[in-house]
C-alpha cells in the first residue's frame, strides 16, 4: 500500500505541473528569490549557489537506493543513473577539469552507477561522485506578477561528499548549474518553451532578496506594475566557443567613460564572460590599466583617498554622493556588438568601503588571464538580465534604479490561480 500511496502521490505532482504550465494557464513561468549572502556577497538561488558555468547541479547527499518505494519525495532517497543513460553520457561529455579525479571506475563499480565529478567555483576542489535523480521545491510558477505554489520538479543532478561544500556560504546545500548544458537547472525542465529561456535579477543587499524567472514572462515589478521589463531590454548575441563550451560569453566594440572612447586595442576579437561566482568585473591587465587611467582623468577634480584593496583607485565617498541618491561619477558604456549599449552608472561602478572612501570595483585579473573580460556580480545587480538560449542572445537593461526599479521589487506574495 504504501508504494501505491508513493506513485499516486507522483501521479499527481506530473498532472498539477501539466496543469500549472499548460496553453490556458496565466503561470507559465518558474520563479525563485535569490538571496546575497553578506559574507561572501555570492548570490544563492534558496539552498544552491548559482553558478553560469556548472556542467551540472550538485549537493551533498548520499546515494541510498530502496528497491521498494519510489525515490526521491517521500523517503528522501535518491535513484542513481546508471552509465549507459544519456544523461550520464551528456554529463561526462564536457572536457573534465584537470585537478579533478578520473572517471575511469566501471571496472570497480560497473555500470550501476554514473561517475562525475562535481566542482566547487570557491574553493576550486572537486570529488568523485555519481549522477542521480532527484526532485527539488526551490522553485514557484507566476504570471508575471505573483508567485503561485508549485509542487516539485524532478531533475538530475550530483550527489557530493559534505567535505566540498566547506567554502559555500552557511545553509548552501550544492551549486545550480545555469549554463548552457542540458543537465543545466533551467534546461531539465520538462516544457521547452521555459528550458531555454532565463533571467536574472541579483540584489544588492543582504536584506531583500532578488528574483530569477525560468521561462519567457512577462516580468513585471511593483514600482511600474504596467511596464513589462522586456519591452526595456537590448539584445546582442552571445557567443558559444564551441557546442560543449558551458559559460555565456558576448562581444563588445568599445568601453566608453562619459561618451569618451577608452583608448584600448580592438576589443572585436575578445571574449567577455559573464559570471555568478567573481563579485566583481576583473580585466586583463592592459584593459584594466587603460580603464582606471581614463575615469581617473574623468573624476580628477573628486578628491583621492588611501586605496583598499584589491582596489586600485578610491574616492571621497562624501563628493560622489550615494547610492540612494544616485552616484556622481562618470557613466562607463560597454557598447556591445550589436551596437546597444550597457551602461554601468555609479551604482554598479563604485563600492562603498566604509571610512568614507568610495573605490571604482573593478580586479586587475594579470596579463594572463584566460578571458580578457568577466563581467561579475557587483556590475549585474539591480540590472535585468535575459539569457534566451533559444535565440543565442543576452538581452540586458542597464542599471533598473535609474528606473526607480530594484531587483528587490518583485512582488512575493502568493496567489491562486482563478
Known sequence: MHLVNNILFFV???????????????????????????????????????????????????????????????????????????????????????????????????????????FNPVSNTCKLSQL???????????????????????????CAPSSLLSTLPKGVQGVAAFSWSTLAFPRQLAYPDVADKFALCLPSSSSAPGV?????????????????????????????RSSKSLGYYI???????NGTPVHLPSLKSESVKLSTVVAYTTLRSDIYKALVTSFSKATKTIPRVNVVKPFSLCLKSSAVGSVNKGFRVPKI?????SGKVWTILGDNSMKRTGNGTACLAFIDGGSRVKDAIVIGTF??????LYFDLENEELGFSSSLLARGITCSSFNSTYVEEK
Open 251 to 257: 562581444k563588445l566594440n568599445r568601453i566608453s567613460i
Open 379 to 384: 556590475q549585474m545587480e539591480n540590472n535585468f
Open 333 to 337: 558604456d560597454l557598447e556591445t556588438e
Open 212 to 240: 530569477t524567472f525560468l521561462g519567457d514572462g512577462p516580468f513585471y515589478f511593483t514600482p511600474s506594475p504596467n511596464l513589462d521589463i522586456r519591452t526595456i531590454l537590448s539584445y546582442t548575441p552571445m557567443i558559444r
Open 12 to 118: 499527481l505532482i506530473s498532472f498539477s505541473h501539466q496543469l500549472l504550465l499548460s496553453q490556458s494557464s496565466p503561470f507559465n513561468t518558474f520563479v525563485s528569490q535569490v538571496v546575497k549572502d553578506a559574507n561572501t556577497s555570492l548570490h544563492i538561488m534558496p539552498n544552491y549557489l548559482i553558478d553560469l558555468d556548472a556542467p551540472f547541479t550538485w549537493q551533498g547527499c548520499i546515494v541510498q537506493r530502496h528497491s521498494d518505494v519510489v525515490c526521491g519525495i517521500i523517503e528522501g532517497c535518491l535513484s542513481p543513473v546508471s552509465c549507459d543513460d544519456d544523461l550520464c553520457k551528456e554529463a561526462q561529455s564536457y572536457a573534465p577539469n584537470p585537478i579533478c579525479p578520473s572517471l575511469n571506475i566501471t571496472t570497480k563499480y560497473g555500470c550501476q552507477i554514473c561517475a562525475v565529478t562535481p
Open 132 to 158: 542521480t535523480t532527484d526532485w527539488v521545491w526551490s522553485f514557484s510558477v507566476t504570471n508575471g506578477r505573483n508567485p503561485h505554489i508549485y509542487p516539485a520538479a524532478e531533475i538530475r543532478l550530483s
